[in-house]
């Protein structure tokens, strides 16, 4: 199975760069107010997204079979269920392909409920095929396969008849195709295919160092620590979603300075957020992962503590990046970006074979993605009016007073405390509301506090009711 997602992977990194043009030329014809050219965006995307569907099968067709059934290495008498796999997960790309630009409506129109009602209900779903898989007699990845290509088509029926109901401009039309705004699609699509591509060399090139230079050991360690972080960095991705199209919006309507502000405050808000999870998983690394695996690889909890600050360096920019997309001219950003993150490759490489150890591999990501921001500076004033002294000021400063301020009181419970399950869940609770004391009160300006403050009283009424 992870030969096989291997193989589609690889092609829905470049459909996924699709998919964000997508989303931000949809999300920039919703913030004109142009109601043509965002029914003309809608079906123009769909059109593309067929084509590409089509590409993508035919690739993944010939050179995806040719490669699991001549190349991978496939178990004796798997390779029947690992081509149905095969099959069905192409199937999958080609329905996430069509339903990207209803994703990209629900986002643009900030219906961000839906997302969360519908996480709910895809857990719900997978749980449930979990169970069906348990009491299934037969070859049960093939079952797993089927049953995954049928949640993926529920959910995009779903999205839709969401979209068609509450959208006017979500009702395809294939007459209405643009050849300019393909055009427009596929050169930022271009763009953006550079960036993606530098991601997975500086992230799955580095799985790859690792494994040559320390062996199989150290990979599933870094596996664990990605693992958990992920989960930490998707809840609050899920959270800061929202300034996304608010900044597409805004610049597309002339808001500038209102957009940069966004960016600002989107820029704290992550920070802040990720600081809420950061204190207590890295004060409580190895008792989380005591209790989570029956044997915990070796340096895990170490892998952990250095990727939930790798993961802090990526989040905190990912508003200014969007910033520059809003602004649609991101050739040269996208070459500079591309350039600096094309550095952690080879320095990891030079640094383990001056024989660094390991976690070397993250301190060299946490300072590229540093310099990446510096890069992001460069580009803003370079495309608009950015006071880098200003997100210094609002964003950067009142980051960095939280970040020293919340280890104080957990750090003295750990002194005064002995290791163990009583600790953990003493430490996890102390320091999450410490930390948010902290952001509160330190991060948060005295009108964003009222108002934090007063939303938290509108949900504690709502309750008691």
């Excluded at 996480?119 to 049953?147: E, H, N, P």
């Excluded at 002194?415 to 009583?422: A, E, L, N, R, S």
Aim: charged share 10%; with cysteine.
């Amino acid at each position: 199975n992870a030969v096989v997602g291997g193989i589609v992977g690889m092609s829905s990194l470049i459909t996924s760069t699709m998919s964000q043009a997508i989303s931000r030329y949809i999300t920039c014809a919703l913030g004109k107010g142009d109601k043509n050219e965002l029914k003309t965006m809608f079906s123009t995307s769909i059109n593309a997204q067929i084509a590409v569907s089509l590409i993508a099968v035919l690739v993944l067709e010939v050179v995806g079979v040719w490669f699991l059934n001549n190349e991978a290495s496939i178990p004796e008498g798997r390779m029947v269920a690992a081509n149905w796999a095969l099959q069905c997960s192409i199937i999958g790309l080609i329905i996430s392909l069509v339903s990207s630009p209803y994703s990209a409506v629900i986002v643009a129109h900030e219906h961000m409920c839906i997302y969360a009602y519908m996480s709910i209900v895809d857990v719900v779903l997978k749980l449930v095929v979990c169970f069906m898989i348990l009491a299934y007699g037969g070859d049960r990845l093939i079952l797993l396969a089927l049953l995954q290509v049928v949640i993926a088509l529920g959910m995009r029926v779903f999205y839709g008849w969401y979209c068609g109901r509450h959208f006017a401009e979500a009702h395809y039309d294939y007459s209405l195709f643009d050849k300019g705004l393909l055009k427009e699609l596929t050169i930022f699509s271009g763009w953006n295919l550079l960036n993606s591509s530098a991601w997975v060399f500086a992230t799955q090139g580095i799985n790859i160092l690792v494994n040559v230079f320390f062996g199989v050991t150290f990979n599933a360690a870094r596996q664990v620590a990605t693992t958990v972080n992920g989960t930490v960095q998707g809840f609050v991705g899920n959270f800061t979603m929202a300034f996304s199209p608010q900044i597409t919006k805004s610049y597309a309507a002339g808001g500038h300075a209102y957009a940069v502000m966004l960016a600002n405050r989107g820029t704290k808000f992550t920070w802040l957020m990720m600081y809420i999870f950061i204190v207590p998983v890295f004060m409580e690394a190895e008792q989380l992962l005591s209790l989570w695996l029956v044997e915990v690889p070796p340096m895990s909890a170490l892998f952990l503590r250095f990727a939930l600050f790798e993961s802090l360096s990526v989040s905190v920019g990912q508003n200014l990046m969007r910033l520059i997309q809003a602004d649609g001219r991101v050739r040269m950003y996208t070459v500079h970006a591309a350039l600096t993150a094309g550095m952690i490759f080879p320095l990891t490489w030079l640094l383990f074979r001056l024989g660094t150890p390991v976690w070397s591999a993250y301190v060299v990501f946490i300072f590229v993605f540093m310099l990446i921001n510096l890069v992001r500076f460069y580009n803003l004033k370079r495309l608009m009016v950015f006071s880098i002294r200003q997100h210094i000021k609002d964003s950067l400063w009142p980051c960095i007073l939280v970040s020293v301020t919340s280890f104080i009181v957990p750090m003295i419970l750990a002194y005064v405390m002995k290791d163990g399950i009583v600790r953990f869940f003493v430490m996890s609770t102390v320091s999450v509301l410490w930390t948010l004391l902290c952001c509160i009160y330190l991060g948060l300006t005295k009108h964003e506090r009222e108002f934090f403050i007063a939303k938290v009283k509108d949900v504690l009424v709502k309750i008691r009711r």
